[in-house]
């Protein structure tokens, strides 16, 4: 990757970014979701895309290198998150988060952007959209929701939701329900055990922090219902979802593709909540044709060159 580096953007709470690429290039702005790190992009991913394009990964507040809003262990978080969520009385919304990510091409200067968000960065993404439409080039959620008030995620979830915003004895035991808790959400995309430890190591060693986990998990269920605000994105849009998503119930992305005016909506079997590498293609093949002009050729061009 060409002219990688990191930056904060300061505020109460500073925002960490990574960025790669020709910053003469088009600018994709990506951002990940609910206790997730920039380490947790592909690798392989950003090497691609910073040959065509500007990339600014934007590290969500409350977690890896960026500010915190509370304490790591938030008892008073977790025990909000036993009620239904008042948007008046949590530490912050999903608009808030947007108003970061917005605050961070603001300072950099960037005046067309296209977004990419995964699960609750999607989320993120289209608030984002919806806000700055003419500014956004493009907008494309992966694993997300429609912006019911209510996040539609199938049984069992919200439980490991809790757990994992709960606190840990030691860091060994959050190390081994963090092994657990990828490997149930990525399937039924492969994740080996060896990968997941590895993944969850570089977790904790990056800065997962449970208070800051259940604070942003506040936010995705507490910033009420955003389903308007889909309707006001005019950027071309891409909806990916996978079909056996246990995070987030996969016919939220229908409904979201049917809020978005003319976006694009691809499912992807054997797919969980996951960064899919045959989801991650047809995203990078969708950025490329949407954000890289290609000129038209006429007849008599194609006749010349014949």
């Known amino acids: 990757m060409t002219n990688t580096n990191t930056k904060a953007i300061t505020s109460d709470c500073p925002i960490h970014i990574e960025m790669h690429g020709d910053v003469s290039a088009p600018c994709i702005v990506m951002i990940l ?7 947790e992009w592909p690798r392989d991913l950003l090497q691609r895309l910073s040959r065509d394009f500007h990339l600014i990964c934007v590290e969500n507040r409350d977690m890896g290198l960026s500010g915190r809003c ?7 978080a977790t025990g909000m998150l036993a009620v239904e969520p008042d948007p008046n009385t949590i530490p912050y919304t999903l608009f808030d988060m947007r108003d970061d990510v917005l605050r961070v ?24 959209a919806a806000k700055a439409y003419g500014r956004v080039s493009g907008m494309v959620q992966i694993c ?19 757990r994992t915003a709960s606190p840990f004895d030691t860091e060994q035991e959050l190390a081994d329900w963090l092994v ?9 995309t492969p994740l080996s055990k060896t990968n997941a430890r590895a993944a969850a190591l570089d977790m ?3 800065g997962f922090s449970p208070g800051g986990y259940a604070r942003q998990l506040l936010a995705l269920n507490g910033s009420g219902d955003r389903q308007e605000d889909l309707k006001n994105i005019q950027a071309p849009a891409l909806v990916i979802g996978g079909a056996q ?62």
């Not at 979701?33 to 380490?39: A, E, K, N, W």
């Not at 509370?70 to 008073?76: A, L, Q, Y």
């Not at 657990?180 to 039924?188: A, H, Q």
């Open 204 to 206: 904790i060693a990056g």
């Open 144 to 162: 997300s929701s429609a912006g019911e008030a209510d996040m539609p995620s199938p049984s069992g979830a919200w439980d490991r939701f809790l």
């Open 70 to 76: 509370g304490p790591d262990i938030d008892t008073e």
């Open 245 to 306: 998503d246990r995070c987030i119930e996969p016919d939220s992305s229908r409904r979201a593709h049917e809020l978005i005016t003319g976006s694009d909506l691809v499912f992807y079997e054997g797919m969980g909540h996951a960064l899919d590498p045959q989801a991650l293609q047809h995203l990078e093949n969708w950025l490329v044709e949407t954000l890289i002009p290609h000129p038209e050729i006429t007849a008599q061009d194609a006749g010349w060159r014949i």
């Open 33 to 39: 979701g609910l206790g997730m790190q920039l380490t």
């Open 105 to 128: 091409v603001d300072t950099l200067n960037i005046d067309q952007f296209a977004i990419v968000g995964f699960s609750m960065g999607g989320m993120i993404a289209q608030l984002v």
């Open 180 to 188: 657990e808790d990828l490997i149930w959400w990525s399937n039924p």
